[in-house]
């Protein structure tokens, strides 16, 4: 079992930036491929960024590349994602996801998913 628990979220004004937490537990966290997913009101969750267990190779969606960092630290069992020049689109539920066997590519899927955390709410003001 892996228990994820999203931080960070907060309303930020376009053009800001701000840095999202997962906090997780559980034994397979360190070999786990870990994400970040978004959900907007009316809108499909859909994929956000990747990053294997290792840390060393990372995966983005077109909407955040070049905006956006993923990170993890598997010693404090915890994945992050720093996001700079914000949009209005970019207003959404923020999820945290883990995949016990799941490849950078296979993890663009929610259906690769093992685990979700609860969300937390990010909102950017134009």
């Known amino acids: 079992q892996v228990q994820l628990v999203e931080s960070g979220g907060r309303l930020v004004q376009a053009g800001g930036s701000l840095r999202l937490s997962c906090a997780g537990s559980g034994r397979p966290f360190g070999t786990s491929t870990m994400g970040w997913f978004r959900q907007a009101p009316g809108k499909e969750r859909e994929f956000v960024a990747a990053?294997?267990?290792?840390?060393?190779?990372?995966a983005y969606a077109d909407s955040v590349k070049g905006r956006s960092t993923i990170s993890r630290d598997n010693a404090g069992n915890t994945v992050y994602l720093q996001m700079h020049s914000l949009k209005p689109e970019d207003t959404a539920v923020y999820y945290c996801?883990?995949?016990?066997?799941?490849?950078?590519?296979?993890?663009?899927?929610?259906?690769?998913?093992?685990?979700w955390g609860k969300g937390t709410l990010v909102t950017v003001s134009s």
């Open positions: 990053i294997d267990w290792s840390g060393t190779s990372t």
């Open positions: 996801a883990a995949a016990l066997l799941s490849t950078l590519a296979t993890m663009r899927s929610v259906g690769a998913v093992d685990y």
